[in-house]
């Protein structure tokens, strides 16, 4: 039985004291809740690390949608929420929230359905906080250079190309009407 990301903060205010702002009174639903929260929070690590390996590869295809300048924002906002997290030495809100409701189940270690289990093992590996603050700042140095390299742009409002060309037939059919 591994320790889990959060265990400082048990051992600082208790396990009782994460839970202490999460009102669930079934543990089945408190299960539920844990379960959500952690495909959940696999779902935001799958569009940190693959969102980027996909913005470099889009990149270097020269696909227009690689250069969007919401979607790098949004993955941008991501990483920095990570990596800031990080060097404050803050545990992830979502490991925390998934943590007090797992002991609000009644739930230690992995005692949980096959999907869930896997996921944990995915998503929470034993490693000095050290290796992840180094991990998070280079891998934060490789999206802003990425940004460097291949800035976003914001989406062209004459309405070419970037609507895949709904704009442009709809100015063909004008012309056709003089």
Partial sequence: MGTWPGAALERDFGAAGLWRCIVVSDPRTAALLADTLLVLHALFVGFV??????????????WRWARDLRLRLAHLGCVLFVVI????????????????????????GYERGFVATWLYRLIYYDAAPAVFTAIYTVFGALVVL?????????????????????????????????
């Fill in 49 to 62: 690390v693959l969102g980027q390996i996909a913005i470099m590869i889009g990149l270097l295809a020269r």
């Fill in 85 to 108: 997290q990080t060097w404050l030495g803050a545990t992830c809100p979502l490991t925390t929230w998934e943590h007090a409701l797992r002991v609000r189940a009644g739930e230690v």
């Fill in 146 to 178: 990425t940004w460097i390299l291949g800035p976003p742009r914001p989406r062209a409002r004459d309405g070419g190309d970037d609507r895949g060309g709904r704009e442009r037939l709809g100015r063909d059919r004008n012309r056709g009407d003089r």
